[in-house]
């Protein structure tokens, strides 16, 4: 059973930076993909972006495209921590983020659709608060 623990929330003013964390504990698994979705209340959890590695080995990420540019997602070597580093936040940027993980089945691996909808995602955190003030 995985968990997914973050830390790295708070309240910054529009410009600034937070760098969020996510680790997990439980297996390793190798094509598993990581990642990061946010919520308002009253609205549907959105996919920020998430991290995977392909059957190859090569690392690639996706974003979507309101945070293009000025978030990044990273990963440790061990893949068991996975990096949100919000950069220019907006003040439309404040919600709860969620860590996500997905664990493809079957010998497969993540790819670039994965882990985009609330409903890819077979494991959450419990969420960290980010608020960005104008």
């Known amino acids: 059973q995985e968990q997914l623990v973050e830390s790295g929330g708070g309240s910054v003013q529009a410009g600034g930076s937070l760098r969020l964390s996510c680790a997990a504990s439980?297996?390793?698994?190798?094509?598993?993909?990581m990642g990061w979705f946010r919520q308002v209340p009253g609205e549907e959890r959105e996919g920020v972006g998430y991290i995977y590695t392909s059957r190859s080995g090569s690392s690639d990420t996706y974003y979507v495209d309101s945070v293009k540019g000025r978030f990044t997602i990273s990963q440790d070597s061990a893949k068991r921590t996975v990096h949100l580093q919000m950069s220019s936040l907006k003040p439309e940027d404040t919600a709860m983020y969620y860590c996500a993980a997905r664990i493809p089945r079957g010998g497969n691996y993540c790819g670039p659709s994965s882990l985009r909808r609330p409903t890819d995602s077979d494991y959450w955190g419990q969420g960290t608060q980010v608020t960005v003030s104008s």
């Open positions: 439980g297996h390793t698994y190798s094509s598993a993909c």
